[in-house]
């Protein structure tokens, strides 16, 4: 039986930064994995870091190649009724965000973990955690055809969306909070240069389409699609031939297309879980809450719930004070549900849902107008976007 003070499920960004954290304040820790390494980092998903994820990314000594390779982006724009529209985020802020993809991120913290010598299991099967309401909660797992048992203080549980943690409370003691979007993102990589320096959000009468980037010389660009919608249906001509049509004349002049190195249908959804602590097991990232990713937020918020959990389970080991962990799940409900509104905002001023009818579609361009005119409006659209404070 192996020992350890805190076992973490999973190994995405808010398993392995709070692994990577917590070896920082000298708390050991192991990480379960059901997958490869090779397979998590298969995963395309979030590229937009706040400034905070890139601290905490700095705080465990594996920001070096964000900051290398990483843009540095200042605003974002908004498209709608032909032209388009800036969001000074800097001006408005002072602060700024960064485009870097959750694989590179994902990858940094592994090299950090392996080159620090920690233990992370990949291709750990069955994984249950177990006693989680007494004060010797364990893990156990499969490895290799062979049943094995962590022994441990606190579970992490940051095994995302589909983890094992959150189903194993019992349902009595959680409240879940739910709106899934009747929609979903049909999103391609391409080794394109970006349409733009800065990101796209594109309001359109055919609906929603995003044009984003991991580089200077690699695109990612989203439609809204119907949800029972399958990538065969999509070949890149007409994924090509959307997007140019939900965007403005110039941005549609310029897109240069290629052939599609990834292609996915990702559904939108808002989630919140509630608490994010049982006992000595804790929620963290996705496990815990989902938003959908218009307003850039579900790594981000993965990554502050890292910190206040590592923060939490320092003060634990260090100071022998429970106050951190106990307010644990009131701290980060506090900063994702403000994250949940602004995404969920987002995603209503910003997609053609099956009733916007007229009227509806004059109210997102009203309220479009006033966002990109009003000072106020733009600096609250900003600071949110640019990461509200931990
Ligand atoms: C298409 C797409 C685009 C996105 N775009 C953005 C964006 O632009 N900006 C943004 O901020 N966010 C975005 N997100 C969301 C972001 O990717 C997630 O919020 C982020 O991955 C959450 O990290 P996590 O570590 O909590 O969960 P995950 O990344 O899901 O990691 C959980 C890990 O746990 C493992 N696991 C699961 N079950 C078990 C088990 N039983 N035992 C052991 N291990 C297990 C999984 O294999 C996985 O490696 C996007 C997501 C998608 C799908």
Known sequence: MLRTKVAIIGAGPAGLLVGQLLHTYGVDNVILERHTGEYVLSRIRAGLLEEGTVALLDEVG????????????????LAFGGSRHRIDLKGATGKTVMIYGQTELTLDLMNARRDAGL???????????????????RVIYVKDGTTHEIACDFIAGCDGFHGISRASVKPSAIET????????????LS????????????????????????STRRSRYYVQCPLDDHIDQWPDDRFWD?????LDKEAAGKLVTGPSIE???????????????????????DAAHIVPPTGAKGLNLAASDAHYLAQALREYYDEKSSAGIDHYSEKALSRVWKAVRFSWWMTSMLHKFPDTGTFGARIQLA??????????????????YVGLPY
């Open 62 to 77: 594996a920001g070096s190649r964000a900051h290398r390779e990483g843009l540095i982006h200042e605003g974002i724009e």
């Open 119 to 137: 233990v992370s299991i990949y291709e750990a099967a069955d994984v249950t955690p177990l006693d989680f309401d007494t004060d010797q909660p």
């Open 177 to 188: 909070f739910e709106r899934v979007y009747p929609f979903g993102w049909l999103g391609i």
């Open 191 to 214: 080794d394109t240069p970006p349409v733009s320096h800065e990101l796209i959000y594109s309001n359109h009468a055919r609906g929603f389409a995003l044009c984003t980037m991991r």
């Open 242 to 246: 959307e997007l140019k049509r939900r």
């Open 263 to 285: 292609k996915s249908i990702a559904p939108l959804r808002s989630f919140v879980a509630e608490p994010m602590r049982f006992g000595r097991m804790f929620l963290a990232g």
């Open 367 to 384: 309220e479009l107008d006033y966002v990109t005119h009003s000072k106020a409006a733009m600096t609250s659209l900003a600071e949110n």
